[in-house]
């Protein structure tokens, strides 16, 4: 069965400190790759997604994720993260046409000012 | 552009009661998904829906349907409710292939009691 795993629950980061979530996908064939972020008490929002060609994407706020398909990962990125970026993030994987995003778990991120 | 809209925001119920969700896309966006989250299983596919059929589903009882109209609108109906129902339902919306990113509402928070 196709699954997603974010392996950081809990990342607690100092402001101006380098960001990396990981995120690894169960699945050899073609896939779309999203991360998500919650911001306290609001709805998810796409902050990245992947299709096709360059496997670095960018996204919004800063963001950034590299896809390596040899290594099932879409890992995000953030050089230098703020006490706004506090939130939990999620990453999605639509696999083979399916019409469904499976979720990883997330990661809950808290940034000390 | 109005984002994803979901009625009614907050519901309370007793188990054997019935639910409605209602959820209204993005102008534009002709398919529908609906989620499940829940503290212990994270975010879990319910079904998708697209000009009027389901073209996927996930693994859950038959109890948990839906249906979508012909303005896009889509609602998700829960029967004889348990106590293990109470989660936020997410409905988001995406304009036509398992590429486009999909769009999250801010969720129906429903409390079985």
């Known amino acids: 069965a196709q699954s997603v795993s974010q392996h950081n629950h809990h990342v607690i980061l100092s402001e101006a400190a380098s960001l990396e979530l990981g995120c690894n996908y169960s699945?050899?064939?073609?896939?779309?790759l999203f991360w998500y972020v919650q911001y306290p008490g609001q709805h998810l929002q796409l902050l990245l997604k992947?299709?096709?060609?360059?496997?670095l994407v960018k996204g919004i706020k800063g963001f950034e994720a590299e896809f390596i398909k040899s290594k099932f990962s879409f890992n995000l990125r953030k050089p230098s993260v703020q006490w706004s970026d506090t939130a939990e993030y999620f990453c999605?994987?639509?696999?083979?046409?399916?019409?469904?995003?499976?979720f990883g778990s997330g990661t809950r991120l808290l940034v000390r000012p | 552009k109005a984002g994803v809209t979901q009625t009614p925001r907050y519901l309370i119920k007793t188990r054997g009661q019935q639910v409605t969700l209602s959820c209204s896309p993005i102008?534009?966006?002709?398919?529908v998904s609906w989620y499940q989250q829940t503290p212990g299983q994270g975010l879990q596919f319910l079904f998708e829906?697209?000009?009027?059929?389901?073209?996927n589903k996930g693994n859950f009882p038959g109890r948990f349907s839906g249906r979508q109209f012909s303005n896009s609108r889509s609602e998700m109906n829960v029967s004889t409710l348990e106590l293990g129902d109470s989660a936020l339902y997410l409905c988001?919306?995406?304009?036509?292939?398992?590429?486009?990113?999909?769009?999250f509402g801010p969720g129906t928070r429903l409390l079985v009691l």
């Open positions: 829906y697209f000009s009027e059929t389901q073209r």
């Open positions: 992947y299709f096709s060609g360059d496997p």
């Open positions: 999605a994987v639509n696999a083979d046409s399916s019409y469904k995003l499976i």
């Open positions: 699945y050899g064939g073609t896939v779309n």
């Open positions: 102008s534009g966006h002709r398919s």
């Open positions: 988001a919306s995406s304009l036509t292939t398992e590429a486009d990113p999909q769009y």
